[in-house]
T-cell receptor, first 117, second 114 residues
Framework: GAVVSQHPSWVICKSGTSVKIECRSL??????MFWYRQFPKQSLMLMAT?????????EQGVEKDKFLINHASLTLSTLTVTSAHPEDSSFYIC?????????????FGPGTRLTVT | GENVEQHPSTLSVQEGDSAVIKCTYS??????FPWYKQELGKRPQLIID?????GEKKDQRIAVTLNKTAKHFSLHITETQPEDSAVYFC?????????????FGAGTILRVKS
């Protein structure tokens, strides 16, 4: 199967600090990865599309300077939440599109629970 | 852009009964419609998907129907079991091979009572 991992699985940080979340495709290549945010009892909202070797494309209303995305290799994308505030507390989920497989399916990571105190 | 509406928001059924969740989409260019199951605190899991060149797809107890003219698609679960209890999300996008930016519905909480 296709496995996507995220690290850390949960993190608690103080207001004003920055947090980095990693998303890795373990057994396939992913030129495209997606970052979602999910608030409790709500749907997944796409934050940005991360493309290997180029700048990420952010969805309307998502601050690119606050949510820094780097996709440095075909298997790793990182999301850094800068100057985190309590309202950034959420479940962050990445997905990776299997571009080296015929079905090009998106595979989701297990998510990272961020709590900002 | 694409907008996906999903109904109902919650659904309670008795074990063994069928469950139906419906979604509508706005962008006629969308041609890929996956359904995901998400358990509390876990990642979404793809359970079935359908492309616009077919009207129905079935996988054991799960089926999806698509009406492109009306721009709606539905998930059907037959012979429901307690382990089917979860949140179900529909989504719409272009075909995966063309860069599928998924737009999700709001989700349906399915409770199967034993």
């Amino acid at each position: 199967g296709a496995v996507v991992s995220q690290h850390p699985s949960w993190v608690i940080c103080k207001s004003g600090t920055s947090v980095k979340i990693e998303c890795r495709s373990l057994d396939f290549q992913a030129t495209t990865m997606f970052w979602y945010r999910q608030f409790p009892k709500q749907s997944l909202m796409l934050m940005a599309t991360s493309n290997e070797g180029s700048k990420a494309t952010y969805e309307q209303g998502v601050e690119k300077d606050k949510f820094l995305i780097n996709h440095a290799s075909l298997t790793l994308s990182t999301l850094t939440v800068t100057s985190a505030h309590p309202e950034d507390s959420s479940f962050y989920i990445c997905s990776a599109r299997a571009t080296d497989r015929a079905e090009h399916e998106q595979y989701f990571g297990p998510g990272t629970r961020l709590t900002v105190t | 852009g694409e907008n996906v509406e999903q109904h109902p928001s919650t659904l309670s059924v008795q074990e063994g009964d069928s469950a139906v969740i419906k979604c509508t989409y706005s962008d006629s260019a969308s041609n890929y419609f996956p359904w995901y199951k998400q358990e509390l605190g876990k990642r979404p899991q793809l359970i079935i998907d359908i492309r616009s060149n077919v009207g129905e797809k079935k996988d054991q107890r799960i089926a999806v129907t698509l009406n492109k003219t009306a721009k709606h698609f539905s998930l059907h679960i037959t012979e429901t079991q307690p382990e089917d209890s979860a949140v179900y999300f529909c989504a719409a996008s272009l075909l995966p091979e063309y860069g599928n930016k998924l737009v999700f519905g709001a989700g349906t909480i399915l409770r199967v009572k034993s």
